[in-house]
């Protein structure tokens, strides 16, 4: 049974920092793209950054590139998210998600509240 759990979310001023870890569990992690999207009140999910199977490509929504870094670690089936400078904007539920050819798997989800 494939899991993906998040977790690292909270509340935190404008300006602050948060990494978000995904743990994985069930799968061949390392075949695995993975990627971040978040999912704002009233909002779409949108997608935020994403790497490939290896880590050696990423790439990242406008609205935060030079403010997040996503990472992987396939030794401990874990991807992360660095956010920096975080926003209010930034307010939303962000969700970690696996993709290997036609699979693909969600996480539940873990809430981020940018607010003073």
């Known amino acids: 049974q494939v899991r993906l759990v998040e977790s690292g979310g909270g509340l935190v001023q404008p300006g602050g920092s948060l990494r978000l870890s995904c743990a994985a569990s069930?799968?061949?992690?390392?075949?695995?793209?993975m990627s971040w999207y978040r999912q704002a009140p009233g909002k779409e999910r949108e997608l935020v950054a994403a790497i490939t199977d290896t880590g050696g490509s990423t790439n990242y929504a406008d609205s935060v590139k030079g403010r997040f870094t996503i990472a992987k670690d396939n030794a401990k089936n874990t991807v992360y998210l660095q956010m920096n400078s975080l926003k209010p904007e930034d307010t939303a539920v962000y969700y970690c998600n696996a993709g290997f050819r036609f699979l693909d798997y969600w996480g539940s989800g873990t809430l981020v509240t940018v607010s003073s």
């Open positions: 069930g799968l061949t992690f390392s075949r695995y793209a």
